[in-house]
T-cell receptor, first 115, second 115 residues
Framework: DGGITQSPKYLFRKEGQNVTLSCEQN?????MYWYRQDPGQGLRLIYY???????QKGDIAEGYSVSREKKESFPLTVTSAQKNPTAFYLC??????????????FGPGTRLTVL | AQSVAQPEDQVNVAEGNPLTVKCTYS??????LFWYVQYPNRGLQFLLK??????LVKGSYGFEAEFNKSQTSFHLKKPSALVSDSALYFC?????????????FGSGTRLSIRP
Protein backbone atom coordinates (compact mmCIF):
# COMPACT_ATOMS: atom_id res chain seq x y z
CA ASP A 1 0.00 0.00 0.00
CA GLY A 2 2.91 2.24 -0.90
CA GLY A 3 3.95 4.41 2.04
CA ILE A 4 0.53 5.22 3.49
CA THR A 5 -0.40 3.75 6.83
CA GLN A 6 -3.79 3.76 8.51
CA SER A 7 -4.58 2.78 12.04
CA PRO A 8 -6.28 1.01 13.56
CA LYS A 9 -7.21 -1.71 11.08
CA TYR A 10 -10.46 -2.40 12.94
CA LEU A 11 -12.33 0.03 15.18
CA PHE A 12 -15.48 -0.41 17.20
CA ARG A 13 -17.51 2.56 18.33
CA LYS A 14 -20.33 2.84 20.75
CA GLU A 15 -23.31 5.05 20.02
CA GLY A 16 -22.57 8.69 20.84
CA GLN A 17 -18.81 8.29 20.79
CA ASN A 18 -16.32 10.24 18.70
CA VAL A 19 -13.47 8.25 17.20
CA THR A 20 -10.37 9.30 15.28
CA LEU A 21 -8.84 7.39 12.38
CA SER A 22 -5.17 7.91 11.71
CA CYS A 23 -3.57 8.37 8.28
CA GLU A 24 0.16 8.94 7.77
CA GLN A 25 2.17 9.09 4.54
CA ASN A 26 5.91 9.27 3.87
CA UNK A 27 5.61 9.89 0.13
CA UNK A 28 6.03 13.68 0.33
CA UNK A 29 2.61 14.10 -1.25
CA UNK A 30 0.82 17.42 -0.93
CA UNK A 31 -2.74 16.22 -1.41
CA MET A 32 -4.51 13.82 0.91
CA TYR A 33 -8.04 12.45 0.84
CA TRP A 34 -10.52 10.51 2.94
CA TYR A 35 -13.05 8.20 1.31
CA ARG A 36 -15.85 6.09 2.64
CA GLN A 37 -16.56 2.73 0.99
CA ASP A 38 -19.91 0.99 1.35
CA PRO A 39 -20.82 -2.25 -0.46
CA GLY A 40 -21.97 -1.62 -4.02
CA GLN A 41 -21.47 2.15 -3.82
CA GLY A 42 -17.88 2.67 -4.81
CA LEU A 43 -15.87 5.34 -3.02
CA ARG A 44 -17.36 8.59 -1.76
CA LEU A 45 -15.17 11.57 -0.87
CA ILE A 46 -15.45 12.85 2.70
CA TYR A 47 -12.71 15.49 2.94
CA TYR A 48 -9.58 16.42 1.06
CA UNK A 49 -6.56 18.60 1.68
CA UNK A 50 -4.28 20.06 -0.97
CA UNK A 51 -1.81 21.67 1.43
CA UNK A 52 -0.97 21.88 5.12
CA UNK A 53 -3.49 23.82 7.22
CA UNK A 54 -6.09 23.73 4.48
CA UNK A 55 -8.85 21.24 3.78
CA GLN A 56 -12.16 21.14 1.93
CA LYS A 57 -15.40 19.25 2.32
CA GLY A 58 -16.14 16.48 -0.10
CA ASP A 59 -19.49 15.01 -1.05
CA ILE A 60 -20.40 13.50 2.34
CA ALA A 61 -18.65 15.63 4.99
CA GLU A 62 -21.54 15.84 7.47
CA GLY A 63 -20.66 14.17 10.77
CA TYR A 64 -16.92 14.11 10.04
CA SER A 65 -14.03 16.45 10.80
CA VAL A 66 -10.35 16.56 9.81
CA SER A 67 -7.15 18.46 10.50
CA ARG A 68 -3.95 18.91 8.49
CA GLU A 69 -1.31 20.26 10.83
CA LYS A 70 1.53 18.32 9.21
CA LYS A 71 2.15 17.33 5.62
CA GLU A 72 2.46 13.68 6.61
CA SER A 73 -0.71 13.38 8.65
CA PHE A 74 -4.44 13.74 7.90
CA PRO A 75 -6.55 12.31 10.74
CA LEU A 76 -10.30 11.85 10.38
CA THR A 77 -12.71 12.15 13.31
CA VAL A 78 -16.05 10.42 13.04
CA THR A 79 -18.36 12.33 15.36
CA SER A 80 -21.55 11.25 17.07
CA ALA A 81 -23.42 13.36 14.51
CA GLN A 82 -22.62 10.78 11.81
CA LYS A 83 -25.75 8.65 11.90
CA ASN A 84 -24.51 5.64 9.98
CA PRO A 85 -20.74 5.43 10.39
CA THR A 86 -20.27 1.70 9.89
CA ALA A 87 -18.11 1.48 6.76
CA PHE A 88 -14.63 0.92 5.39
CA TYR A 89 -12.59 4.14 5.44
CA LEU A 90 -9.78 4.73 2.99
CA CYS A 91 -7.11 7.40 3.08
CA UNK A 92 -5.25 8.37 -0.09
CA UNK A 93 -2.62 10.80 -1.25
CA UNK A 94 -1.38 12.06 -4.59
CA UNK A 95 1.93 13.52 -5.80
CA UNK A 96 2.88 17.20 -5.49
CA UNK A 97 0.64 19.61 -7.33
CA UNK A 98 -2.95 19.09 -8.30
CA UNK A 99 -2.46 17.81 -11.84
CA UNK A 100 -5.53 15.95 -12.88
CA UNK A 101 -3.60 13.03 -14.29
CA UNK A 102 -1.91 12.03 -11.03
CA UNK A 103 -3.13 8.73 -9.68
CA UNK A 104 -3.90 8.33 -6.00
CA UNK A 105 -2.07 6.08 -3.58
CA PHE A 106 -4.25 4.36 -1.00
CA GLY A 107 -3.71 3.17 2.53
CA PRO A 108 -4.88 -0.27 3.70
CA GLY A 109 -8.10 1.07 5.23
CA THR A 110 -9.85 1.10 8.60
CA ARG A 111 -13.05 -0.85 9.13
CA LEU A 112 -15.31 0.99 11.56
CA THR A 113 -18.22 -0.78 13.20
CA VAL A 114 -20.80 0.80 15.45
CA LEU A 115 -21.88 -1.46 18.29
CA ALA B 1 -21.49 16.55 -14.57
CA GLN B 2 -18.93 13.79 -14.40
CA SER B 3 -19.99 10.20 -14.02
CA VAL B 4 -18.64 6.72 -14.52
CA ALA B 5 -20.56 3.49 -14.90
CA GLN B 6 -19.48 -0.08 -14.42
CA PRO B 7 -22.49 -1.95 -15.78
CA GLU B 8 -21.56 -5.36 -14.40
CA ASP B 9 -21.52 -6.03 -10.66
CA GLN B 10 -19.73 -9.34 -11.25
CA VAL B 11 -17.77 -10.96 -14.04
CA ASN B 12 -16.98 -14.68 -14.01
CA VAL B 13 -14.21 -16.08 -16.20
CA ALA B 14 -12.40 -19.40 -16.41
CA GLU B 15 -8.67 -19.36 -15.80
CA GLY B 16 -6.73 -18.97 -19.03
CA ASN B 17 -9.58 -17.25 -20.84
CA PRO B 18 -9.52 -13.56 -21.79
CA LEU B 19 -11.32 -11.17 -19.49
CA THR B 20 -13.00 -7.80 -19.96
CA VAL B 21 -14.30 -5.47 -17.25
CA LYS B 22 -16.42 -2.70 -18.70
CA CYS B 23 -16.37 1.01 -17.91
CA THR B 24 -18.15 3.93 -19.55
CA TYR B 25 -17.83 7.56 -18.57
CA SER B 26 -19.33 10.98 -19.01
CA UNK B 27 -17.25 14.12 -18.65
CA UNK B 28 -17.04 17.59 -20.13
CA UNK B 29 -13.97 17.83 -22.28
CA UNK B 30 -11.10 15.38 -22.33
CA UNK B 31 -10.98 12.74 -19.62
CA UNK B 32 -8.27 11.22 -17.54
CA LEU B 33 -9.21 7.61 -16.85
CA PHE B 34 -7.92 5.21 -14.22
CA TRP B 35 -8.29 1.59 -13.18
CA TYR B 36 -7.68 0.39 -9.64
CA VAL B 37 -7.85 -3.05 -8.06
CA GLN B 38 -8.85 -3.89 -4.50
CA TYR B 39 -8.16 -7.16 -2.73
CA PRO B 40 -10.27 -8.11 0.32
CA ASN B 41 -9.88 -5.75 3.28
CA ARG B 42 -7.13 -3.80 1.51
CA GLY B 43 -6.76 -0.38 -0.03
CA LEU B 44 -6.97 0.27 -3.75
CA GLN B 45 -3.94 -0.33 -5.94
CA PHE B 46 -3.37 1.65 -9.13
CA LEU B 47 -3.31 -0.49 -12.30
CA LEU B 48 -3.14 1.93 -15.22
CA LYS B 49 -4.29 5.27 -16.57
CA UNK B 50 -5.09 7.01 -19.82
CA UNK B 51 -3.92 10.59 -20.22
CA UNK B 52 -3.44 11.11 -23.93
CA UNK B 53 -1.89 9.43 -26.95
CA UNK B 54 -2.15 5.73 -27.74
CA UNK B 55 -5.64 4.42 -27.07
CA LEU B 56 -4.29 1.11 -25.75
CA VAL B 57 -2.75 1.53 -22.33
CA LYS B 58 -0.68 -1.19 -20.67
CA GLY B 59 -0.49 -1.51 -16.91
CA SER B 60 0.47 -3.75 -14.01
CA TYR B 61 0.01 -7.54 -13.82
CA GLY B 62 -0.55 -7.91 -17.58
CA PHE B 63 -3.67 -5.75 -17.67
CA GLU B 64 -4.42 -3.29 -20.44
CA ALA B 65 -7.27 -0.94 -21.23
CA GLU B 66 -8.59 0.53 -24.43
CA PHE B 67 -9.80 4.11 -24.59
CA ASN B 68 -12.63 4.59 -27.06
CA LYS B 69 -13.65 8.22 -27.35
CA SER B 70 -16.63 7.68 -29.62
CA GLN B 71 -18.13 5.10 -27.27
CA THR B 72 -16.90 6.93 -24.14
CA SER B 73 -15.53 3.66 -22.82
CA PHE B 74 -12.37 2.48 -21.09
CA HIS B 75 -12.68 -1.29 -20.77
CA LEU B 76 -10.08 -3.24 -18.80
CA LYS B 77 -8.74 -6.37 -20.48
CA LYS B 78 -6.33 -9.23 -19.98
CA PRO B 79 -5.57 -11.91 -22.57
CA SER B 80 -5.32 -14.81 -20.11
CA ALA B 81 -6.93 -14.66 -16.66
CA LEU B 82 -5.31 -15.98 -13.50
CA VAL B 83 -7.08 -17.12 -10.33
CA SER B 84 -5.05 -14.45 -8.52
CA ASP B 85 -6.80 -11.77 -10.62
CA SER B 86 -9.95 -12.35 -8.56
CA ALA B 87 -10.66 -9.01 -6.86
CA LEU B 88 -12.80 -5.87 -6.99
CA TYR B 89 -12.00 -3.49 -9.83
CA PHE B 90 -12.78 0.22 -9.93
CA CYS B 91 -12.81 2.56 -12.88
CA UNK B 92 -12.37 6.30 -12.19
CA UNK B 93 -12.56 9.46 -14.27
CA UNK B 94 -11.34 13.01 -13.90
CA UNK B 95 -11.81 15.86 -16.34
CA UNK B 96 -8.89 17.76 -17.80
CA UNK B 97 -8.05 20.76 -15.64
CA UNK B 98 -10.47 19.70 -12.92
CA UNK B 99 -9.51 20.11 -9.31
CA UNK B 100 -7.84 17.33 -7.40
CA UNK B 101 -11.08 16.49 -5.67
CA UNK B 102 -13.06 15.84 -8.81
CA UNK B 103 -12.22 12.22 -9.37
CA UNK B 104 -15.29 10.03 -9.64
CA PHE B 105 -15.15 6.31 -8.95
CA GLY B 106 -17.45 3.69 -10.39
CA SER B 107 -19.33 1.30 -8.13
CA GLY B 108 -16.89 -1.51 -8.78
CA THR B 109 -16.96 -4.87 -10.57
CA ARG B 110 -16.14 -8.07 -8.78
CA LEU B 111 -14.01 -10.32 -10.96
CA SER B 112 -14.08 -14.02 -10.16
CA ILE B 113 -11.68 -16.37 -11.93
CA ARG B 114 -12.49 -20.08 -11.57
CA PRO B 115 -9.71 -22.67 -11.84
Amino acid sequence: DGGITQSPKYLFRKEGQNVTLSCEQNLNHDAMYWYRQDPGQGLRLIYYSQIVNDFQKGDIAEGYSVSREKKESFPLTVTSAQKNPTAFYLCASSPPGIASYNEQFFGPGTRLTVL
Amino acid sequence: AQSVAQPEDQVNVAEGNPLTVKCTYSVSGNPYLFWYVQYPNRGLQFLLKYITGDNLVKGSYGFEAEFNKSQTSFHLKKPSALVSDSALYFCAVRALYSSASKIIFGSGTRLSIRP
